[in-house]
């Protein structure tokens, strides 16, 4: 057998390896609620390949490949617990593993490592929580897609409907072609799953999901409890009603909290998750979940401020065109965006820069920003240039980041990559609130300027979910708990040889 078949036989065990965890998985997720995790990256839905890239990315953590030889017995011992609600990290499992001295089985050190999820103290399943999304654009089609994928197990977020003006056009075929925007998308690709219609009840079967359409053009006159939704959580993406006022014509029948996919005025809260969505009061009722750009650039700021400090700054984001340019020169309100958005760059203006006052009250440094809006349809880039309160180094500030992106509270917000080819069509389907690109990072000693991409569609969304499922309440618990999960950081030569794909 020569070197090239031991090669190809490793790689087909492993398959199998990996396929045989895929209905353990399943299994977890649907009758316990239990979402299982590999070094915070969700293994739930995901095909053979998926489940051995992921083990792949075990390098970025610990300098070395993860083997699903080493996390199925991990995965194998969770079945035979008590398991309540929660996410569990195999990955984390099997690195702690390697370094515990205390000559435990795998089976006793799972047991010690998840006892929060069982016995009587885990979390109890419940009902799952009403989901309303008012408006079905860009945004919206996003939303249902990352809510339907969630709905796994019965438990947690459900969308039950969605709210909509009526379209012009023959009549009975404004149903089919929603449904068919949300099956089929030119940037996103095809919806993972099955789609039909029920035209007599108007409405849309996605993955065994009932979603009713309703249609009005004024919040004021829709009675959500008529169509047996109660407590829900409204997503408004429509950006109609930006401040208290407007937002609370939502506060119907059936609706107990509002959530807005754009900037809030005056005294609505600006939530950018992982930074301050601690902040919401339990009573809040209207929240913002502010800009996909100023989502981009809070985590980046509050983690270079944590670190270095910061006096000043300034954002410039590269920003791919949306629904709100005309595709051909026509009237616009606004100044420029009336020139033909794929054929043009567009010098337009940004809110996030003003926005991070409301999300990092504490950082007093003056932020400014610009934009310009370029012929891309998806991924966007925020130039942020700052002066940091103290001087440091390009490689200083690029390992902070990446242990940042790896380790740290933020990992869901920041992810970082060294690959020196990557350009905008790479971040399509990044779940991640920006991307921190390491080549292109400049550092001359107290000035640092950051090269952030962000897919300002599905990047965005996956934040606005974040916050849904914490106000809902159907954030599970992770184990092992973070202080006794810390695994080594590899050195710098495996990590810049690991991180480029």
């Not at 047991?111 to 929580?129: F, L, N």
């Not at 379209?167 to 030119?186: F, N, T």
């Not at 809902?472 to 710098?492: K, L, N, Q, V």
């Amino acid at each position: 057998m020569t070197v090239n078949d031991d090669v190809f036989t490793n790689w087909k065990h492993r398959e199998e390896i990996a396929e045989s965890m895929i209905p353990i998985i399943g299994k977890l997720h649907r009758e316990r609620d239990v979402t299982v995790l590999l070094h915070s990256r969700s293994l739930v839905n995901k095909s053979v390949i998926s489940i051995l890239k992921a083990h792949r990315f075990a390098r970025q953590i610990a300098g070395a490949e993860l083997s699903v030889t080493e996390t199925l017995p991990f995965l194998q011992a969770l079945t035979a617990l008590d398991l309540g609600p929660s996410q569990i990290d195999i990955g984390m499992l099997a690195a702690t593993y390697k370094g515990d001295d205390r000559g435990l089985s795998v089976e006793e050190f799972t047991a010690r490592a998840v006892a929060g999820a069982t016995g009587p103290d885990k979390s109890e399943r419940r009902a799952s929580r009403d989901v309303v999304l008012y408006g079905f654009g860009r945004i919206g089609r996003l939303l249902a897609r990352l809510l339907i994928e969630k709905a796994g197990s019965g438990n947690g977020l459900r969308l039950r409907a969605i709210v909509v003006r009526k379209g012009a056009g023959e009549a009975g075929q404004d149903l089919v072609k929603r449904a068919s925007l949300l099956r089929r998308d030119s940037i996103h690709g095809q919806f993972q799953g099955t789609i039909t219609v029920d035209e007599a009840n108007s409405t849309i079967v996605a993955n065994g999901n009932e979603i009713k359409v309703i249609y009005s053009d004024d919040p004021t006159s829709v009675d959500y409890t008529a169509y047996g939704i109660e407590d829900a959580i409204l997503i408004d993406n429509t950006g109609r009603w930006r401040d208290r006022e407007g937002l609370s014509k939502h506060l119907r029948p059936g609706v107990d909290k509002v959530i807005l996919t754009a900037p809030g005025k005056g005294d609505v809260p600006n939530v950018v998750h992982g930074v301050n969505h601690d902040m919401i009061k339990p009573d809040e009722q209207i929240i913002s979940c502010a800009s996909c750009t100023t989502n981009a650039i809070v985590p980046p700021l509050k983690a270079m401020a944590d670190e270095y400090g910061v006096l000043r700054g300034h954002v410039e984001t590269v920003h791919s065109f949306t629904n709100d340019q005309n595709l051909l020169d026509n009237y616009h309100k606004s100044d420029r965006r009336g020139r033909s958005a794929p054929l043009n760059m567009v010098i337009t203006e940004t809110g996030a820069a003003s926005a991070v006052a409301k999300a990092l009250p504490d950082l007093k440094a003056k932020i400014t920003g610009s934009s310009i809006r370029v012929p891309v349809p998806d991924v966007s880039i925020a130039i942020l240039n700052l002066q940091l309160a103290r001087e440091t180094s390009r490689e200083e500030v690029l390992d902070y980041l990446r242990d940042v992106s790896l380790t740290s509270p933020l990992k869901r917000q920041i992810d970082f990559i060294t690959a020196p080819d990557a350009v905008s069509n790479d971040f399509i389907g990044s779940r991640h609130a920006s991307i921190v690109d390491a080549g292109a990072t400049k550092v001359d000693g107290d000035n640092a300027i950051l090269y952030l991409w962000y897919d300002n569609e599905f990047g965005y969304s996956c934040q606005v979910i974040r916050v849904v499922q914490y106000v809902s309440g159907t954030e599970h618990p992770t184990y092992p708990a973070p202080e006794s999960a810390s695994a080594p950081a590899p050195d710098s030569a495996s990590a810049s040889a690991s991180i480029s794909d």
